[in-house]
């Protein structure tokens, strides 16, 4: 199956967890930042994308309201995920932080990619994976 293919595909989401949060979504893949971006709005969430930290940052500075989530690949170019997110609490502090990563979480940590702690949804990863990362680390405390 083709990812054209894939992408057309009907999700089916029905018992998988929803929210109505603001979630910024920062993947350099544009057909994996597409495919992300679907099941996050099928799921009730506002998503704001990029395809770099930079673009992100830019965002950010022009949302006025909360931004409740980052969602960001760890590793892109031009930069790292962890980075934009230490920028971006710069800014915002409030908003949470979860990575996406085609690395373990112990190779991530090894490489020092990222910290202990820090969440992490390993690619690859289903729609409801996905859509149940997002909503535990925002309902975690904060």
């Known amino acids: 199956m083709s990812l054209h293919q894939w992408e057309e595909r009907p999700l089916v989401l029905e018992h998988a967890p929803r929210g109505a949060e603001v979630v910024l979504l920062v993947e350099d893949e544009p057909s994996v930042r597409r495919l992300v971006r679907r099941v996050l709005v099928r799921q009730g969430y506002q998503v704001l994308d990029a395809g770099c930290a930079d673009e992100a940052l830019a965002i950010a500075e022009g949302q006025n309201g ?77």
Do not use: C, I
């Open 66 to 142: 909360v931004l409740h989530l980052l969602l960001t690949d760890s590793l892109m170019p031009g930069g790292t995920g962890p980075a934009l997110a230490e920028r971006l609490g710069a800014v915002r502090p409030d908003t949470k932080v979860l990575f996406m990563s085609g690395s373990t979480e112990h190779a991530a940590l090894r490489r020092g990619l990222l910290r202990p702690g820090a969440a992490l949804l390993p690619k690859p990863f289903t729609a409801a994976g996905l859509a149940t990362a997002v909503r535990n680390v925002l309902d975690r405390p904060a």
